[in-house]
C-alpha cells in the first residue's frame, strides 16, 4: 500500500513558477513509476509527466519544455516544477504510483492516487 500527499499548488500569474511535490509512505517508493496527472473542470484526467524508477521520464506535449518531473528516492518524494505556466494550465494535479517499469502516461496503469492539489493561473 502506497499513500501520497500533494503539496505546492495555489493561485500564480501567468509566466509564473510553481512546484509540487508528493510524499510517499511505504519502503517500496523507489520501485514505483511515478506520474501526475492533471483535470481540468469537464474535462478527462490527462498525464501531465512520468518518471520511472531507473529515472525515465516522459511529459505531455502541453508542458514539454516547461515541466520537470524529479524524483528523491531518500525522502520519498516526486516533484514537478512548472515554470512558464499558462492560464490552460488551470486544473486539479494528482500525483499517481503505478508499477516497475515504463513510464505509464495513461490513468489505468496507476495503482495509487493521492487527493489532489489545486493549480490555477491567472491571464
Known amino acids: 500500500q502506497v499513500q501520497l500527499v500533494e503539496s505546492g499548488g495555489g493561485l500564480v500569474q501567468a509566466g509564473g513558477s510553481l512546484r509540487l511535490s508528493c510524499a510517499a509512505s511505504?519502503?517500496?517508493?523507489?520501485?514505483?513509476?511515478m506520474g501526475w496527472f492533471r483535470q481540468a473542470p469537464g474535462k478527462e484526467r490527462e498525464s501531465a509527466a512520468a518518471?520511472?524508477?531507473?529515472?525515465?521520464?516522459y511529459y505531455a506535449d502541453s508542458v514539454k519544455g516547461r515541466f520537470t518531473i524529479s524524483r528523491d528516492n531518500a525522502k520519498n518524494t516526486v516533484y514537478l516544477q512548472m515554470n512558464s505556466l499558462k492560464p490552460e494550465d488551470t486544473a486539479v494535479y494528482y500525483c499517481?504510483?503505478?508499477?516497475?517499469?515504463?513510464?505509464?502516461?495513461?490513468?489505468?496503469?496507476?495503482?495509487?492516487w493521492g487527493q489532489g492539489t489545486q493549480v490555477t493561473v491567472s491571464s
Open positions: 499517481a504510483a503505478g508499477p516497475r517499469g515504463l513510464v505509464y502516461n495513461a490513468v489505468r496503469e496507476y495503482d495509487y
Open positions: 518518471i520511472s524508477w531507473s529515472g525515465s521520464t
Open positions: 511505504g519502503r517500496t517508493f523507489s520501485t514505483h513509476t
